[in-house]
């Protein structure tokens, strides 16, 4: 399959079908709509309750992300079917007890935005093109100018504090948490499905800086320090702890705090965001390792 196409709106279709041509054994199914109406898609393999969930495309600028769990799941599906291995990895038995659940793309109308302009927007437009600046490119947010992964309700008030230190007041092209914690419909969408389907391991894909983040407060279990280290180890990747803004809010601290069960963010890739296309084939194969034994973990 070609995983060289931009995640837009009309890619990720394509790529949903081109999968489940593919790979009957694969399911899909959507789990809510973005501000804008678009479909938040979710890709299946077993059983979804219960699984180890992949989420990317929480921040428009991380579209790189995206691809990378595309190409994973397809590749997981190709081994599940011919009942081989990936990266010495059981994929058949590693299905079998867990499954695996992939959200692609969590804010469709914020990687549309950054990788079409304005015009994603719809009537939306001319807002989105006065808050962006003529910026399209650095655009993270969702289609009302919110950052997702400030949205969440783990310290919120903390992080809403931080951003008003910060002179971020109100919606902005990355850093805007919103009105109220879980006030944005991608948040509810991906809470309700984590909670709906007992997800059992959270990953949270962005970029960049070759990182993952495991901890969160005294919920946090003891257990996901060392899941994180070997994560690390099959990648050459670091542990690390968020700084400043980064250290509220997000999916992983609102998971860890509501399940109370391990839950990651992985920094993939290194540079500037958004990552260039001609990344991706070094930053996945350093990463598949990783993401491979994660089935497992």
């Known amino acids: 399959m070609d995983f060289y196409r931009l995640p837009t709106a009309e890619n990720c279709e394509k790529y949903m079908r081109e999968i489940h041509r ?78 695996l659940t992939v959200v692609p793309v969590l804010n469709p109308d914020g990687t549309e935005i950054n990788l079409l302009g304005s015009s994603a927007a719809f009537s939306s437009a001319k807002r989105i093109s006065r808050l962006a600046k003529g910026d399209f490119e650095h655009w993270n947010a969702n289609a009302r100018g919110v950052d997702i992964n400030h949205n969440f309700g783990a310290g919120w008030n903390i992080l809403h504090e931080q951003e008003r230190k910060n002179g971020i007041f109100g919606p902005a092209p990355r850093q805007y948490g919103g009105p109220k914690a879980f006030s944005e419909p991608e948040t509810r969408a991906i809470c309700g499905f984590c909670s709906t389907f007992d997800v059992r391991r959270l990953w949270s894909f962005h970029s960049q800086g070759e990182e993952i983040y495991w901890y969160y407060g005294p919920e946090t279990p003891i257990i996901s320090r060392d899941i994180a280290e070997e994560f690390a180890v099959s990648c050459g990747y670091k542990t690390a702890f968020p700084k400043g803004m980064a250290s509220h809010g997000g999916l992983k601290d609102w998971y860890i705090e509501n399940f109370r069960r391990p839950g990651f963010t992985v920094e993939i890739g290194l540079g500037e965001n958004p990552l260039p296309l001609s990344d991706f084939d070094s930053v996945y194969e350093k990463l598949k390792p990783a993401l491979a034994k994660a089935l497992f973990m």
């Open 22 to 99: 593919k790979h009957p054994c694969s399911k899909s199914f959507f789990i809510g709509k973005s501000v804008l109406n678009r479909k938040i898609s979710v890709l299946s393999l077993g059983k979804p309750v219960g699984s180890t969930l992949f989420v990317a495309g929480t921040h428009g600028s991380e579209w790189l992300c995206s691809l990378v769990l595309f190409r994973f799941f397809d590749e997981v599906c190709s081994a599940f079917e011919h009942g081989e291995n990936l990266c010495g990895i059981n994929i058949g038995k590693a299905v079998a007890n867990r499954g």
